[in-house]
């Protein structure tokens, strides 16, 4: 007989198995149990991680903040450092020539060591002229005052610089202006 030894169902086998089905539950929910556990355990450790991450993106996006403002309000002091070597020697030939005691030349040669102080206060900033005689036209560096023909030189190149531009870092701030050439007119 399959069901126990008294064939009810009330014999020794029965009560293993009722035995095995309660342990089975019990074990099961202790196990359920622990695995809640563990995974509320890695979602506090997720959610402390998020804050803190969270926390740390502010704190870059006011440094980052504090730094944009800074340089706008000290990006210049650079370019005046720069220039106030330029602006102290203007100063003094205009004093110099309040005292008439200067001539032509001494007055050209402080007026060529100004403008050497100048050219060099530029480079030193990153600002360098543009000179493009002999150069193909370019639109976006140069702008056309006038179009003359000229034999010797191909059409589209500039021919002179009327007033020289400049860029600041590979990025031009004033265009060349320019005499360009163009094809001599058949007559």
Do not use: C
């Not at 020794?12 to 089905?21: D, F, I, K, Y």
């Not at 060591?113 to 976006?140: C, H, M, N, W, Y």
């Amino acid at each position: 007989m399959s069901m126990g030894e008294n064939g009810d169902g009330s014999g020794p086998r029965s009560e293993e198995a009722a035995g095995a089905q309660s342990a089975s539950p019990a074990a099961e929910l202790e196990r359920l149990r622990q695995a809640l556990t563990e995974a509320e355990e890695r979602a506090r450790s997720h959610w402390e991680q998020y804050l803190r991450a969270v926390a740390e993106l502010d704190n870059v996006r006011k440094r980052a903040q504090r730094d944009i403002e800074a340089a706008n309000r000290y990006g210049l002091e650079k370019f005046a450092a720069e220039l106030l070597p330029v602006r102290d020697s203007l100063e003094l030939a205009v004093q110099t020539a309040d005292s008439r005691e200067l001539d032509a030349r001494s007055l050209k040669e402080g007026q060529q060591a100004t403008l050497q102080l100048l050219a060099k206060a530029l480079e030193r900033l990153g600002v360098t002229s543009i000179d493009p005689v002999g150069e193909p036209f370019d639109p976006t560096r140069h702008e056309a005052m006038l179009a003359q023909e000229s034999a010797g030189a191909r059409p589209n190149t500039v021919l002179q610089v009327v007033q020289p531009g400049y860029e600041l870092n590979g990025r031009v701030i004033r265009p060349a202006r320019v005499i360009v050439a163009k094809a001599r007119a058949e007559g």
